[in-house]
């Protein structure tokens, strides 16, 4: 039998969000089945996660695939607003919706989340007990560490400047101008300097496949850099033992998710934990062949804790 897809929405503080809910072959709403709710990393929609989304429901598993507010197909003004702790509460919400859906056992959700996903999804863990278990990949745990982790320190300086000073221009003026994400911005402004390494792979798996790997937003508001930069769950992992937590770690060329947080990350987390490192680049995780390799350790750590 075929993995059912369909759209459904649900409302995180007032705002409409839109997901796809995957349902494993045979699935019965009289039975109880483990679900999980899954979302993407920076700006990138839920279009990019049609596979992960497969293989986990071909695994066993309810699986709701989340676009944020302000991204994607969910709603939220201005669009391009990046403000993790709203996105922890899409995806509370997120489970909200799909804890009482016909067919749920509400006692046994993860939650799976990558690249700045995975930092999301380790918050989330740790507030809300009704995370059985929460796989991070590739996660990116830490704004702050992110942004001084990929610049100079006189440019890393420059960049709360520059931030600074948008506020103070926001104080007296309002509005939120944005940043975009494809094009090198009027100003200068470059928070996120391009890796020579991930532009070839991206466009030589383009010129192959067609593919563009993920799906992100054209552009961003500023003072997104501001609370992403603000945002740091490495140490929040501490708090969601009991409850089961799991890091999948990229060991190839990485220089968008930084090891150091990830590692303190996962020795201040309790037990039952796990770090799973494979041998793969920053991309490889979404490509064929290497997303079965993650996609299956997760689904195997969620097999021990939520069936």
């Not at 929609?45 to 695939?65: D, I, K, N, W």
């Not at 676009?67 to 509370?92: A, C, I, M, N, V």
Request: charged share 25%.
């Amino acid at each position: 039998m075929a993995i059912d897809k369909r759209t459904v929405t649900f409302t995180s503080e007032g705002v409409q969000c839109e997901g796809d809910l995957y349902l494993p072959a045979g699935f019965d709403e009289r039975g109880k089945a483990p679900a999980l709710v899954i979302g993407h990393g920076f700006t990138v929609a839920r279009t990019s996660l049609v596979e992960e989304g497969r293989l986990f429901a071909e695994a066993g598993y309810v699986t709701l695939a989340i676009d944020y507010r302000h991204f994607g197909g969910s709603g939220g003004e201005p669009r391009g607003r990046l403000w993790p702790l709203q996105e922890t509460e899409d995806f509370k919400a997120a489970i909200d919706w799909l804890e009482i859906q016909p067919g749920v056992d509400p006692d046994n959700i993860g939650i799976w989340g990558t690249s700045f996903g995975g930092g999301v999804v380790t918050h989330v863990a740790a507030h809300d007990i009704r995370v059985r278990a929460c796989v991070a990949q590739a996660p990116i745990l830490d704004g702050d560490f992110w942004i001084r982790s990929l610049n100079r320190e006189s440019d890393y300086l420059s960049i709360r400047k520059y931030l600074r000073d948008a506020r103070r221009e926001r104080a007296v003026g309002g509005g939120d101008p944005v940043f975009p994400m494809m094009v090198p911005a009027d100003d200068g402004f470059v928070p996120m300097p391009a890796d020579p390494a991930m532009i070839e792979d991206v466009t030589s798996w383009y010129a192959k496949t067609g593919d563009m790997l993920m799906h992100s937003a054209s552009e961003i508001t500023i003072e997104s850099f501001e609370r992403l930069m603000e945002f740091d769950a490495t140490y929040t992992a501490r708090k969601i033992a009991p409850r089961a937590y799991c890091i999948v770690q990229l060991t190839g060329h990485d220089v968008y998710h930084p090891n150091e947080p990830i590692q303190t990350a996962y020795r201040a987390a309790g037990e039952p934990k796990r770090l799973v490192s494979l041998r793969m680049d920053q991309l490889d995780c979404y490509k064929p062949g290497y997303r079965e390799q993650t996609i299956g350790a997760a689904a195997a750590f969620f097999d021990e804790y939520l069936k």
